[in-house]
Nanobody, 121 residues
Framework: QVQLVESGGGLVQPGGSLRLSCVVS????????IGWFRQAPGKVREGVAC????????YHSEAVKGRFTISGDNARNTVYLQMTSLKPVDTAVYYC??????????????WGQGTQVTVSS
């Protein structure tokens, strides 16, 4: 059974940093793409970043490019989202999603339970 478990969320001041982790189990080893999505109260869910676990190619949304970095550790079956220069607009529940490829994660992927990130002074 596929499982994705996120951790690392919390309260941080503007300009601060957090690292989210997603432990993945149940997928065929090294054959799945993993992405991060977020949803703020009253807003549409949006894709943040994605990593191809076969070639480690990464994608980041324009909203986070240059501030967030997605990476993977296949030996630990873990994907990370390093978030720096955090802004109040980054406040949201962050979800880890796994599937066949980054383009179809939103509609066909398997979702974790989410972790809350709050950026506030």
């Amino acid at each position: 059974q596929v499982q994705l478990v996120e951790s690392g969320g919390g309260l941080v001041q503007p300009g601060g940093s957090l690292r989210l982790s997603c432990v993945v189990s149940g997928f065929t080893k090294n054959t799945r793409d993993i992405g991060w999505f977020r949803q703020a109260p009253g807003k549409v869910r949006e894709g943040v970043a994605c990593i191809n676990r076969r070639d480690n190619k990464t994608y980041h949304s324009e909203a986070v490019k240059g501030r967030f970095t997605i990476s993977g550790d296949n030996a630990r079956n873990t994907v990370y989202l390093q978030m720096t220069s955090l802004k109040p607009v980054d406040t949201a529940v962050y979800y880890c999603v796994g599937g066949d490829n980054c383009d179809t994660l939103a509609t066909e992927g398997s979702w974790g339970q989410g972790t809350q990130v709050t950026v506030s002074s």
